[in-house]
C-alpha cells in the first residue's frame, strides 16, 4: 500500500494567510499514487451501495469521476453559481476563510438516494455540511 501522504505537499499561507493549502498535484501526477487513492475510497464504499457520488468543484471532480467510474455508479457535481445550465438547489456556506456558495442541478439525484460525497480534502467540514 502507498503511503499517501508523502504525495500531498503544505503550502503555506495560500489562499490567505494563516491557512495552509493542500497541494494534491503531486499525488495526481502519479498514476499509481493516484489509483491507489480512487482504489482506497471505492474499496471503502463498495459494499454501501451507493446511487451516485456528489463531487465539489473544483478538485473534488477529480476524484469524484475516477470513484463513480470504479464504482459504476453516477455521478453529480456540485459547483458554484452560474455553471450549471438548469434548475439547481443553492446554499451559501462558512470557509475557513470566508463564505461560498454552491449549487446542485434539482434533478442530480432522485428522493432517496444513497450519496457518497467526495472531495479532495477535508478542513473545517463547512463544504461536507453544506452539500
Do not use: C, W
Not at 67 to 89: D, E, F, I, N, Q
Not at 106 to 118: E, N
Amino acid at each position: 500500500m502507498i503511503e499517501l501522504k508523502k504525495y500531498i505537499r503544505d503550502i503555506p499561507n495560500f489562499p490567505k494567510q494563516g491557512i495552509v493549502f493542500k497541494d494534491i498535484t503531486p499525488l495526481l501526477k502519479d498514476s499509481k499514487a493516484f489509483a491507489d487513492a480512487v482504489d482506497r475510497i471505492a474499496d471503502e464504499y463498495k459494499d454501501k451501495k451507493v446511487d451516485v457520488i456528489l463531487s465539489v468543484e473544483a478538485r473534488g471532480f477529480i476524484f469524484g469521476a475516477a470513484v463513480a467510474y470504479k464504482m459504476g455508479v453516477g455521478l453529480a457535481p456540485v459547483r458554484k453559481p452560474g455553471k450549471l445550465p438548469h434548475r439547481t438547489h443553492s446554499v451559501t456556506y462558512d470557509l475557513e476563510y470566508g463564505k461560498d456558495t454552491l449549487q446542485i442541478h434539482q434533478d442530480a439525484f432522485s428522493k432517496g438516494a444513497k450519496i457518497l460525497i467526495v472531495d479532495d480534502l477535508l478542513a473545517t467540514g463547512g463544504t461536507t455540511q453544506a452539500v
